[in-house]
């Protein structure tokens, strides 16, 4: 179930987001607990109506899931549609709860840092001199990432599985918000030294020096005030143009 | 020149396009960042220099975009792939140009990808129907069928524009006037700035 979760998001699409995704890693464990074909055939469809979260968090929710329809399989006929309803409301809920806390970790605050991080190896290890600054960095990079990211996918099925309908109190040990707020202050702390260095020795076709810091301080400051990425960069065209104009 | 269009340019759209899958529907091991796709395909191209100016530029201009739900942000792998085929392949675009041209291309993917998402909901009515019929939901053939027009569709994309775009923008380069060639050589100099400014922003206002 931990590899199938890889493929979470294989067949997203805008009715059901990840219904197929969720089914395709929930299936062998349907097919464990309900060796009936008509059994499984009925579990299977009801799981295929909406469901959406952040991709490395979905483990959480199919061990949560597994083990209530575990418990459904296990119970007698009469208590199983009151069961059905509620692996319903508890998917919808733990779906919108663990992309909150996944899409802020994970695409908030990790994919940024380690960006920064990157960076910022690549040029300290350029400008040392080092020996395959690239192949560092970009190791740096998929082991800073991707450790944190196969862990929680490992560890959310088993969290979710055992812990059940307890796992709000238990997501909670985690201490998600101190840990995304640290992770946040390392990027920021990367992305300041980035821009330092980059003031100092100019890479990527560059301006050095006051005019650069110029730029920089200009961006930001526009950056602040809602100004898109992509209009400050036809912002500068236009600026350019103007300045090719004027130049005698 | 021939070569290029037959057997490079095809390998190397195929590779972007397979990478690309990365991104959303297979594992998000952020193996498809524009921080490798620029300089491998750089690299490849035999211009490792100009992959990982342009990686690291669109990597900035790419950090703040979160595919947050139903939204759809600019293609990353596709961007940078197009913007280094552009400038280190036969039509050797200045980077000034190819960069925003790769922007533009990301961008421009993004519809062609809705597109893909719409025609995905037809394979959850084909394994409730097979699910219905009381057979297995055949996931070896959706997962193969989903990938598959995905990367058939992305590496089509990244063929057929960067084709276009190759020769157009190379010539045009030479055409237009000096000013205007000034204008996107001075926005590209500004860019790791603009970049920069976009990742320092992506913590400070949350931290």
């Known amino acids: ?248 | 020149m021939t070569a290029w269009y037959l057997f490079s340019l095809p390998a190397l759209s195929a590779g972007i396009a397979l990478v690309e899958t990365d991104s959303v529907l297979v594992g998000q091991w952020m193996l498809s960042r524009p921080l490798f796709v620029g300089p491998l395909t750089g690299l490849l191209c035999g211009d490792i220099q100009a992959g990982v100016v342009l990686g690291v530029l669109t990597e900035l201009f790419s950090v703040e975009g979160l595919p947050v739900g139903a939204s759809i942000p600019l293609n990353a792998a596709v961007a940078a792939g197009c913007a280094v085929l552009l400038s280190a392949g036969a039509w050797a675009v200045p980077m000034a140009a190819a960069f925003p041209a790769g922007l533009a291309l990301g961008a421009g993917h993004q519809r062609l990808e809705t597109r893909v998402r719409h025609w995905r909901s037809g394979l959850t009515l084909r394994a409730a129907q097979a699910l219905g019929d009381g057979g297995p939901p055949g996931w070896r053939r959706l997962l193969l069928r989903s990938l598959g027009i995905h990367a058939a569709v992305t590496a089509a994309f990244v063929y057929a524009t960067v084709s276009v775009l190759g020769p157009a923008l190379s010539w045009s380069w030479d055409a237009v006037p000096a000013a205007a060639r000034d204008a996107v050589s001075f926005a590209f100099e500004i860019g790791p700035w603009i970049g920069l400014a976009a990742l320092v922003r992506a913590f400070a206002w949350k931290v």
């Not at chain 1, 840990?179 to 301006?207: D, H």
């Open chain 1, 1 to 248: 179930m931990c590899a199938r979760s890889f493929f979470i998001q294989s067949w997203w699409n805008f009715e059901g987001m990840q219904n197929l995704g969720f089914l395709f890693g929930l299936d062998p464990w349907l097919h464990r607990i309900y060796p009936d074909p008509e059994e499984y055939r009925r579990a299977a469809l009801r799981h295929l109506e909406f469901f959406n979260t952040q991709p490395y968090m979905v483990s959480f929710a199919l061990g949560l899931v597994g083990a209530m329809e575990e418990q459904r399989a296990a119970a007698p006929e009469a208590a199983r549609p009151a069961i059905e309803e509620r692996i319903r409301q508890l998917k919808r809920v733990a779906g919108s709860s663990l992309a909150a806390i996944g899409d802020s970790f994970f695409w908030g605050a990790l994919k940024p840092a380690c960006a920064a991080m990157t960076i910022l190896t690549w040029l300290v290890l350029w400008t040392a001199g080092v020996s395959h600054p690239l192949a560092w960095g970009a190791l740096a990079y998929l082991v800073a990432y991707n450790v944190p990211a196969v862990w929680i996918r490992w560890k959310g099925l088993r969290m979710g599985y055992y812990f059940g309908e307890q796992l709000p109190a238990e997501l909670k040990k985690l201490r998600w918000q101190s840990k995304t707020r640290w992770t946040r202050r390392v990027g920021l702390c990367a992305a300041s030294a980035l821009a330092l260095a980059c003031l100092i020795v100019p890479p990527f076709g560059g301006t050095p020096g006051l005019k650069g810091a110029a730029a920089l301080a200009a961006a930001l400051g526009l950056r602040s005030l809602g100004v898109s990425t992509m209009r400050l960069y036809a912002g500068a065209a236009a600026l350019g143009l103007l300045l090719a104009l004027v130049r005698p």
